[in-house]
């Protein structure tokens, strides 16, 4: 289920999503969001509405100590911050000895990372990014469209996603969140953006 679209134009990273609830060949379209924020992040999930709603409701994002990198923040504070979340939630999960939860994107002082289920943080270098299984049709439109306005392209993406794959249902919801100045640390892109 699911397509979970981020795009970075210059300080502000806009995200969107579907409202599919998907269920072998049952679909239902949820009132509660799949992109929302969470004091100074904005994230987008896929995999369960059970961990949505832990990072929507529970999580409680350490603040990025001083001078600390932003991805270095990312893969130790914040991810095991949401390690915690999770297992308190009664969500996490445990195969073979190795710890699982799920994939999400987090938008972060003008940067846009994707946390996957084995808690690795990735950071792509073209400025966009998607997950879910409408991913691929999305991430094809995204990079097409370069040119044109973000939130356009981001709702392009997503319409692409839903005519090409039964796991995805509009209404969307698109959000922006813009980089704070003072912590503004951004990385280079490729022209692709």
Same mark, same amino acid.
């Given at each position: 289920?699911?397509? %979970? $679209?981020? #795009? %970075?134009?210059?300080?502000? $990273? ?28 904005? %994230? ?8 949505? *709603? ?6 409680? +994002?350490? +603040? ?10 990312? $893969? ?9 979340? #999770?297992? &308190?939630?009664?969500?996490? *999960? ?14 972060? *002082? ?5 946390? *996957? ?11 966009? /990014? ?12 995204? !990079?097409?469209?370069?040119?044109? +306005? !973000?939130?356009?392209? $981001?709702?392009?993406?997503? &319409?692409?996603? &839903? #005519? ?6 509009? +209404?969307?919801? %698109?959000? /922006?969140?813009?980089? &704070?100045?003072?912590?503004?640390? #951004? ?7």
């Amino acid at each position: 289920m699911t397509c %979970i $679209v981020g #795009l %970075i134009d210059g300080r502000r $990273v806009w995200m969107g999503g579907d409202s599919a609830g998907v269920s072998g060949l049952d679909i239902t379209v949820r009132a509660d969001a799949k992109v929302f924020r969470n004091g100074d992040f904005l %994230i987008g999930f896929t995999s369960s509405f059970r961990m949505g *709603q832990l990072l929507a409701f529970r999580l409680r +994002p350490p +603040p990025r100590p001083e001078g600390m990198d932003v991805f270095r923040y990312m $893969v130790m504070d914040f991810v095991d911050e949401v390690r915690n979340c #999770l297992k &308190e939630g009664g969500y996490a *999960q445990r195969n073979n000895d190795a710890e699982q939860g799920g994939s999400f994107l987090v938008a972060y *002082q003008g940067r846009l990372f994707s946390i *996957q289920s084995d808690y690795q943080v990735c950071e792509t270098n073209r400025g966009f /990014h998607a997950i879910g299984c409408g991913a691929d049709y999305a991430l094809g439109s995204l !990079a097409s469209t370069a040119g044109q +306005p !973000a939130e356009q392209r $981001v709702r392009r993406s997503l &319409e692409c996603a &839903e #005519l090409l794959n039964g796991g995805v249902r509009a +209404p969307f919801r %698109i959000e /922006h969140l813009d980089a &704070e100045e003072d912590n503004l640390t #951004l990385p280079l892109l490729s022209a692709v953006a």
